[in-house]
């Protein structure tokens, strides 16, 4: 899934990547740089945490614009810096759109990278972040002179708290959590390896998550894969014979032949549908009857009680 999204066969609008100490997501977002450049007429790069440098190796130089919020941050060379650049203020609130209109043209489609939203969670509110990143996905070129095709932003996970990271997931079309354990390139291996997990939403509102492996060349070329599961062994069967619970009783819990046939012909007391019909037994006759037989006490005057009375 983290290659289609790379290669946009898997359309998707905003792709977070959260990535720890333990894994550093750098040269995932070099690989974005470089495949955006190849299929977006422009890529706007914010490098807030590091020098441009460090993405920019193997791409078309010429389609990136830079908006540099490392070499100043804090703007205290603000008098001595080429006017060309475009250098960013981390403790005002951010304002990435107002950014890409500044180095833009009329150009479709137009990809965002934002490094790490570290530096400005540092000085901000995470509420603030998410609204100029909602600005930045709703550009439209008529109204804003430009139209967002992609934005990609990077998060250390592990230097906020889980409300932040909450809210950037609910955000987010694609969430990449890199996960422990990544390699980087030694003598034998001229590659990147890690594992991440992949929550990716499609616009039919389905869900997809994945564990991948990914592998980057030398060439910062990704390509990735499902992670197969373990396969875990198959539990051995006891090889210990059990023990019968049954064996020394001083009394016999089970049933022989004949006193299972005894038992199945006992008539239960309460089964009337197992007797049978009296032979002598008068049909039912439709309707009801009263039958009454006087008894011995019975006071039974045959006079009539209101005969004196003159009606």
């Avoid at 066969?9 to 995932?28: A, K, W, Y």
């Avoid at 422009?42 to 440098?53: I, M, N, Q, T, Y």
């Avoid at 037994?281 to 006087?294: C, E, N, R, S, V």
Wanted: proline letters at 6%.
């Amino acid at each position: 899934m983290l290659q289609q999204v790379l290669e946009g066969t898997e359309t998707s609008s905003l792709v977070v990547i959260e990535d720890c100490v333990e894994h550093d997501g750098r040269p995932v977002f070099h690989c974005f740089c470089s495949e955006l450049a190849k299929r977006c007429a422009s890529v706007h790069l914010f490098h807030l945490e590091k020098p441009a440098d460090c993405f920019l190796e193997g791409a078309n130089v010429s389609k990136i614009h830079l908006h540099d919020g490392f070499s100043d941050p804090l703007l205290w060379e603000e008098q001595n810096r080429d006017s060309s650049e475009d250098r960013i203020d981390l403790t005002s609130a951010p304002d990435f759109l107002g950014h890409v209109k500044k180095l833009s043209v009329k150009t479709s489609p137009v990809a965002v990278v934002i490094d790490s939203l570290t530096p400005y969670l540092l000085h901000c509110p995470g509420y603030v972040i998410c609204r100029a990143l909602h600005r930045l996905l709703r550009a439209r070129l008529d109204s804003d002179g430009v139209e967002i095709a992609l934005v990609v932003a990077g998060f250390h996970g592990d230097l906020h708290d889980d409300s932040t990271a909450v809210a950037l997931r609910h955000m987010a079309t694609t969430w990449v959590q890199l996960q422990e354990g990544a390699e980087s390139p030694t003598q034998d291996r001229a590659c990147f390896h890690g594992t991440c997990e992949v929550l990716h939403r499609r616009k039919s509102g389905k869900v997809i998550r994945q564990d991948e492996e990914y592998h980057i060349s030398a060439q910062w070329s990704l390509t990735s894969r499902v992670q197969k599961a373990p396969v875990r062994p198959a539990a051995q069967p006891d090889q210990e014979s059990q023990v019968d619970p049954t064996a020394n009783l001083t009394f016999n819990l089970r049933l022989t032949d004949t006193e299972k046939e005894a038992r199945s012909r006992v008539v239960l007391p309460y089964m009337h549908h197992q007797r049978k019909k009296a032979p002598d037994k008068p049909a039912a006759t439709p309707g009801g009857q009263i039958f009454y037989q006087p008894d011995d006490v019975d006071d039974f005057d045959e006079e009539d009680p209101d005969d004196d009375l003159d009606f």
